[in-house]
């Protein structure tokens, strides 16, 4: 798959909004899972959007960012982004970006491509 490569990140206060994203250079035509997780300091990586294209497009989310984050994909540029609104102080993490033939549920460990990671700080 080529190296991962997170864009986006920075600081911004709380109910503000941020946009990463994520190049995939290496990505080959086909079917591809796509997805965001993030690790707070001292916390465990864990999932926060995933995209799986195929025919279609399915997307799941983590129940705390429902109705505030949104992933989608462009498959031309193999690029994914995702569009973070209404940011609280407890999505302050470095956020990751994945890829794999399947998408293997929200926990880090069904996947083995990662990028390098952007920081997202949520402050006042």
């Known amino acids: 798959q080529g190296v991962l490569v997170e864009s986006g990140g920075g600081s911004v206060q709380p109910g503000g909004s941020l946009r990463l994203s994520c190049a995939a250079p290496?990505?080959?035509?086909?079917?591809?899972?796509m997805g965001w997780f993030r690790q707070a300091p001292g916390k465990e990586r864990e999932g926060v959007a995933l995209?799986?294209?195929?025919?279609?497009?399915?997307?799941y989310y983590a129940d705390s960012v429902k109705g505030r984050f949104t992933i989608s994909r462009d498959n031309a540029r193999n690029m994914m982004s995702l569009q973070m609104n209404s940011l609280k102080p407890e999505d302050t993490a470095m956020y990751y970006c994945?890829?794999?033939?399947?998408?293997?549920?929200?926990?880090?460990?069904?996947?083995?491509?990662w990028g390098q990671g952007t920081q997202v700080t949520v402050s006042s």
């Open positions: 290496g990505v080959t035509a086909g079917s591809w899972c």
């Open positions: 995209i799986y294209t195929d025919i279609g497009d399915t997307y």
């Open positions: 994945t890829i794999a033939k399947s998408c293997r549920g929200m926990s880090p460990s069904g996947y083995s491509y």
